[in-house]
């Protein structure tokens, strides 16, 4: 019985490890979809949201299971029911790529009205909190979710660096207000996922120490 429980808990790894290499996958066809003004790619990423709920709801039935056929205690009952928690942010993070493609697809056959390095910087920059802040997880590494936590302000700087150039562009030139509003949505959604991305690494924490306010 003790084996087919840690082997559960292994493959609630894998699978952790698995969702966080899609959404890792969205972002990044997102944002190549956007820089290359490319729809059919914008189009993929969308469609590509369907896997992400997949692999969610793959997780939620397995925690399903264990938690009513092991019955686990303390950190492994942490450990699992945070799984829970953490596919919820993951799931979003997944919806937020869609909208930065579905933003694209509008975008398409136009020239952009101001440069995307901002942009480009947070979704890498995102992408990495991501990968680490589930990596933080299924390793119980309290240092590296630490780190997430704390790089959430770089990624609250670059929103504002963004947003404030794209206000003055609008009141330099109001026409360009409609395209230039799409991309400080976009530039949002990359700040909402590099909060999904800290609020992991936080649960992460709580799986590993059981103090939600260890941060």
Known sequence: MRDKYELQLKQLNDLMIHMGSLIEAAIEMAIEALVKGDADKAREAVEFDD????????????????????????????????????????????????????????????????????????????????????????????????????????????????????????????????EATDLLMIAKYFERIGDHASNIAEWALYAKTGDINVC
């Open 51 to 178: 896997t992400i709920d997949q692999a969610q709801k793959d997780i939620e039935s397995l925690c399903m299971r264990i938690l009513l056929m092991q019955q686990p205690v303390a950190t492994d009952l942490r450990f699992v029911s945070t799984a829970l928690k953490l596919v919820t942010d993951m799931e979003r993070i997944g919806d937020h790529a869609a909208d930065i493609s579905e933003i694209t697809i509008s975008l398409v056959g136009s020239e952009y009205v101001k440069d995307l390095d901002v942009i480009k910087k947070m979704a890498a920059e995102t992408s990495s909190m991501v990968i680490k802040s589930v990596e933080s997880y299924v390793s119980r590494n309290q240092e590296e979710a630490k780190e997430v936590i704390a790089y959430d302000d770089v990624i609250d700087d670059l929103f504002i660096k963004e947003k404030d150039e794209i206000v003055k562009m609008i009141g330099e030139n109001p026409k360009c207000g409609s």
